[in-house]
């Protein structure tokens, strides 16, 4: 009785019209953002899916208020939008300021197989908080992961580098360019097969040729 509301709950939830580019995008297929923008025709999220987005806040929000409370982190500095610019938005969990100097801090949660085999941070995660520590002038960051089985906790520190924020920053010009020409992207050939299977344009990818499937 109670699976079934909480199911509906979920599969009620409707997407947001996208207007812009996100950080998060980084790390994602160009030509998915592409038909995003477009408003083609998505498949629903299924309300598993979205109750993990959703559980993922909530681990964002514990974490920076244990930080809050400790006296590490001030109320003004969780969430921070990142300033003006004409190519991503975006918004920074926590700012943090550590012997003068300020580190961006980003949480991330993840199943205990990923936790386990976790040595280094995700390399798409480093994308994303390189543009934030490029946008916010800053040269540190602190990748946090929780484990979502057993609340352990991992921390890497990333330092700003000029090469990953310029490739970052040149795939988001070209995306730009490809959706205000209505040129379709191609499917990134390191793409991995698990992405496609749960994007909600599949259907419409393979229309036009997806890597994994044959038309």
Wanted: proline share 6%.
């Amino acid at each position: 009785m109670l699976k079934e509301r909480i199911n509906e709950f979920y599969a009620a939830k409707k997407p947001f019209q996208r207007r812009a580019l996100y950080v998060t995008d980084v790390a994602g297929c160009p030509r998915a953002v592409f038909y995003d923008f477009k408003g083609l025709p998505r498949a629903p999220m299924d309300p598993r899916s979205s109750r993990v987005m959703h559980n993922g806040d909530f681990v964002h929000a514990r974490l920076a208020e244990v930080l809050q409370k400790v006296g590490v982190l001030k109320e003004e500095d969780v969430e921070v939008s990142l300033p003006e610019n004409d190519i991503v938005r975006g918004r920074v969990d926590a700012i943090i300021e550590v012997d003068g100097e300020k580190l961006v801090v980003d949480f991330k949660s993840m199943n205990s197989f990923q936790f386990k085999t976790l040595e280094s941070p995700s390399p798409d995660h480093v994308k994303q908080v390189m543009l934030y520590l490029h946008f916010l002038s800053l040269k540190k960051a602190l990748l946090v992961y929780e484990c979502k089985n057993t609340q352990e906790l991992k921390e890497f520190e990333v330092l700003y580098d000029d090469n990953v924020v310029n490739q970052s920053l040149a795939y988001f010009y070209r995306l730009k360019s490809q959706i205000n020409q209505d040129v379709l992207p191609d499917v990134p050939e390191d793409i991995e097969k698990w992405k496609c299977d749960r994007c909600p344009f599949l259907e419409e990818c393979k229309k036009v040729g997806n890597p994994f499937y044959k038309l």
